[in-house]
């Protein structure tokens, strides 16, 4: 028998009527002032309740490092009844309690889309919230930096420093950075393997592309490639790796199980960089010195088709559909939005200088287009196709990489 239940057992039938009757009305009065001060239903008496008994057995810091839904909390509050929480006794606590910590520590909204771009001149890379277009950092790298790519798991930047035949690691959390070397000589730009444990490297001036393992920093393999090696695209598996050869007028295709070239497949001329449809059907490339793009089909290994585009074209970027391609042509000064089946041009967006990285951001709504010479980045709004805010950042900015 519980202590309850013996409380109740000493009580007469008509001592318990009275106490239910006391009760009801009780209840209609609370019932009433609810009704009449809606505002002090939770709010303040839950916090009134957390206060008083989550902090008995640990501290508050313990139930406000977490950041919770609803049910999570209903859950933990359980549990805590379950160690002896003083609530248990009480529906009411329980519920003011559940509705303060849903209210106060509900999940945290995720986090915030970033944009990080590469200042060739400033040797910098500027942390832009995407969404307020906020500056939250300037992390310094090597010289000349070029190439940047993100681990798979967000948690670090890899820069490819031209100048300084290096790679700046970068903490996405702190911006504090570290420094490999192994590459061949002006480092250019990189890939990384689905799992992030290997990091592509190309190397114009050693015709070569490198492989360095991120859990060493260490290079373990140099792979040969065609003349002048810039773009590096992997295949969402991490199985091949796509190095565009600008001198060579051809992209190398590497096996990345054995670091083996096993097929090269002929461009126009200049080869620049390179962006693979979603599903990885086609590759497109632009073609610097032929004012075209390629587009290759990754099956058959060869080139399907080939677009006029404006002048000096230097990156391209796949919307998240698919159905169109944006192209930087940085002598014409424009952006051009192309369909990606037939490749006919659908707008074009003037920007100011002359565009050169592209970076889409996740949903594809806009378009951030780095302007090499004005030392600013355009943003293009992808539906309205002109160009809606211009942001001035360091100097020569080049490439720019958008993660979720
Ligand atoms: C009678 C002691 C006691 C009281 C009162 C108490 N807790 Fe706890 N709490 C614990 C113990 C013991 C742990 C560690 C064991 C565990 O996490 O399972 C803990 C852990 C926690 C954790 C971490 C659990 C996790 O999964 O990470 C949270 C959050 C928490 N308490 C919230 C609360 C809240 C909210 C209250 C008030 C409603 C509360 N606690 C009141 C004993 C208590």
């Given at each position: 028998m519980t202590e309850r239940d013996r409380c109740f057992s000493t009580l007469s039938r008509?001592?318990?009527?009275?106490?239910?009757?006391?009760?009801a009305s009780l209840l209609l009065l609370f019932a009433l002032s609810l009704v009449s001060h809606p505002q002090s239903a939770g709010g303040d008496e839950g916090e009134a309740v957390f206060k008083e008994n989550c902090s008995l057995c640990h501290s508050l810091d313990r139930p406000r490092?977490?950041?919770?839904?609803?049910?999570?909390?209903?859950?933990?509050?359980?549990?805590?009844?379950?160690?002896?929480?003083p609530i248990s006794g009480s529906r009411k606590k329980q519920d003011a309690v559940l509705e303060y910590l849903a209210k106060t520590q509900r999940p945290l909204t995720r986090p915030v889309a970033k944009a990080y771009v590469v200042h060739e001149e400033s040797e910098d890379v500027w942390v832009i919230d995407v969404a307020t277009r906020k500056v939250l950092a300037k992390a310094k790298v090597g010289k000349l930096p070029h190439g940047i790519i993100a681990s798979p798991d967000g948690k670090a930047l890899y820069v490819t420093n031209m100048g300084s035949d290096n790679i700046t690691v970068i903490n996405?959390?702190?911006?504090?950075?570290t420094t490999m070397g192994g590459t061949g000589?002006?480092?250019?730009?990189c890939a990384v393997s689905p799992d992030g444990h290997l990091l592509y490297v190309s190397n114009p001036s050693s015709n070569n592309v490198t492989v360095h393992d991120m859990r060493t920093h260490l290079p373990v393999a140099t792979i040969p490639v065609g003349r002048f090696p810039?773009?590096?695209?992997?295949?969402?598996?991490?199985?091949?790796?796509y190095v565009a050869n600008m001198e060579s007028s051809a992209i190398s295709v590497i096996e990345t199980a054995t670091n083996q070239v096993v097929a090269t497949i002929p461009t126009a001329p200049g080869p620049h960089r390179m962006a693979l449809s979603p599903g990885g059907k086609f590759l497109y490339v632009v073609n610097t010195d032929a004012n075209r793009l390629s587009i290759i089909e990754t099956e058959r290994g060869r080139e399907v088709k080939s677009v006029l585009?404006?002048?000096?074209?230097?990156?391209?970027?796949?919307?998240?559909?698919?159905?169109?391609?944006w192209v930087a042509d940085s002598e014409s000064r424009n952006v051009e939005a192309v369909d990606s089946r037939s490749g006919e041009p659908l707008a074009t967006v003037l920007v100011e200088r002359g565009p050169g990285g592209l970076a889409l951001t996740p949903d594809g709504k806009e378009l951030w287009v780095a302007d090499v010479a004005a030392n600013t980045v355009a943003i293009v709004d992808t539906a309205q196709r002109r160009v809606v805010t211009t942001l001035p950042v360091?100097?020569?900015?080049?490439?720019?990489?958008?993660?979720?």
């Open positions: 008509r001592e318990v009527m009275i106490l239910r009757s006391v009760f490092s977490r950041h919770l839904l609803q049910r999570e909390w209903q859950h933990i509050i359980g549990r805590m009844m379950g160690f002896g929480c996405t959390q702190t911006y504090a950075t000589r002006n480092p250019h730009e810039h773009g590096v695209t992997l295949t969402s598996d991490g199985r091949k790796l585009t404006g002048k000096a074209p230097d990156d391209v970027a796949v919307n998240p559909g698919g159905a169109i391609l360091g100097n020569r900015p080049h490439l720019i990489l958008i993660t979720p």
